[in-house]
């Protein structure tokens, strides 16, 4: 369910233990107006706290990050009403049907421009199911 900020922006906790790819989700951000990064994380622990804190729409998950395992951590954040929308490299299909079974309502590749990632973090806040289009085609070859 999509709060938003009092500027009408989605409010995103982004966890990724890459630094360049918060700033430049960040950078997108700030310029151009569609979302708040109201926390960023790079790092699974704390996750759920950060996003009740803040009172996030949906959390932008990088899938390989160290000490973090994270299937159980979808599944925890699922349980608990929190949209989550996977990022990252890995877009085989044993990997992103193991998010999905886990309950992320999307997945996207980190080969995506930002306007990309962003429109479909602004639709997975709106309780829709989003990929992108490099996971889709991966999906449907293996279907």
């Known amino acids: 369910m999509v ?3 009092a500027a009408g922006l989605v409010r995103v906790v982004a966890v990724d233990d890459h630094p360049v790819v918060i700033g430049a ?4 951000a700030s310029a151009h107006g569609q979302l708040e990064i109201v926390a960023q994380l790079t790092g699974g622990a704390g996750v759920l706290e950060a996003v009740r804190t803040h009172r996030a729409d949906v959390v932008l998950l990088d899938y390989d990050m160290p000490g973090t395992d994270t299937v159980p951590l979808v599944e925890e954040l699922s349980k608990a009403g929190v949209s989550v929308v996977m990022l990252s490299g890995f877009v085989g299909a044993s990997v ?7 309950g992320a309502c999307g997945y996207v590749s980190k080969d995506n421009d930002m306007g990309v990632i962003a429109g479909l973090l602004t639709r ?6 989003v990929t992108c289009a490099t996971v889709s085609r991966e999906l449907a070859r293996k279907a």
């Not at 992103?96 to 886990?102: G, P, R």
């Not at 997975?124 to 199911?129: D, H, L, P, S, V």
Request: with cysteine; glycine share 4%; proline share 0%.
């Open 3 to 5: 709060t938003e900020s």
């Open 96 to 102: 992103v049907m193991a998010c999905l079974d886990a």
């Open 25 to 28: 989700l960040k950078s997108w």
């Open 124 to 129: 997975a806040a709106k309780g829709e199911f």
